[in-house]
């Protein structure tokens, strides 16, 4: 299957600071990007979508000046989390697909966010 | 509203039996649906998928059924391996022009008991 990858895979940072997450799709042109999260015990919850060149849509309740999703080419989406606290440590999953119908969504390895 | 429904959050099976994970569906406009596996803290991986048009898709110790009737799909993984240990999710997608969207269960734990 396509590769979808996410850097970095871990990381811990102050309260207060930005933190910037990648997702490239590796071997195939990802024309919608998505961004979920995951808190402990629980499904994934969808964020955010973006096509590429194009502003992301957000799903109700998720701020989107905190979390700024970039999706400037059809290889890479980037998800900001703006001055974070503490509650926005979780677990973070990319995933892209292609442009078609029943083009399959794959999934990047995920990052571990934890803000002290 | 749960457009897709998986009602078992958990799932044990002996290791070489079949196991069977269900999911049913509410939208009737839904017409792609994909199982996906995955392990703590790591990204959901893809398993199989089927189409509206078919009712039946395998691929090695993976089938998934689907009864478009009675809008239920279900994942049959014979024989279970101890590797098959994990959450497995259920997804549905509709495709209308440009717009797409994933609908997701809430997913089983399967445990394969050795």
């Known amino acids: 299957g396509a590769v979808v990858s996410q850097h970095p895979s871990r990381v811990i940072c102050k309260s207060g600071t930005s933190v910037k997450i990648e997702c490239r799709s590796l071997d195939f042109q990802a024309t919608t990007m998505f961004w979920y999260r995951q808190f402990p015990k629980q499904s994934l919850m969808l964020m955010a979508t973006s096509n590429e060149g194009s502003k992301a849509t957000y799903e109700q309740g998720v701020e989107k000046d905190k979390f700024l999703i970039n999706h400037a080419s059809l290889t890479l989406s980037t998800l900001t989390v703006t001055s974070a606290h503490p509650e926005d440590s979780s677990f973070y999953i990319c995933s892209a697909r292609g442009g078609g119908a029943t083009d399959t969504q794959y999934f990047g390895p995920g990052t571990r966010l934890t803000v002290l | 509203d749960q457009q897709v429904k998986q009602n078992s959050p958990s799932l044990s099976v002996q290791e070489g039996r079949i196991s069977i994970l269900n999911c049913d569906y509410t939208n009737s406009m839904f017409d792609y649906f994909l199982w996906y596996k995955k392990y703590p803290a790591e990204g959901p991986t893809f398993l199989i998928s089927?189409?509206?048009i078919k009712d039946k898709n395998e691929d090695g110790r993976f089938t998934v059924f689907l009864n478009k009737s009675a809008k239920h799909l279900s994942l049959h993984i014979v024989p279970s391996q101890p590797g098959d240990s994990a959450v497995y999710f259920c997804a549905a997608s509709a495709f209308d022009k440009s717009n797409y969207q994933l609908i997701w269960g809430a997913g089983t734990k399967l445990i394969i008991k050795p």
């Open positions: 089927i189409s509206s």
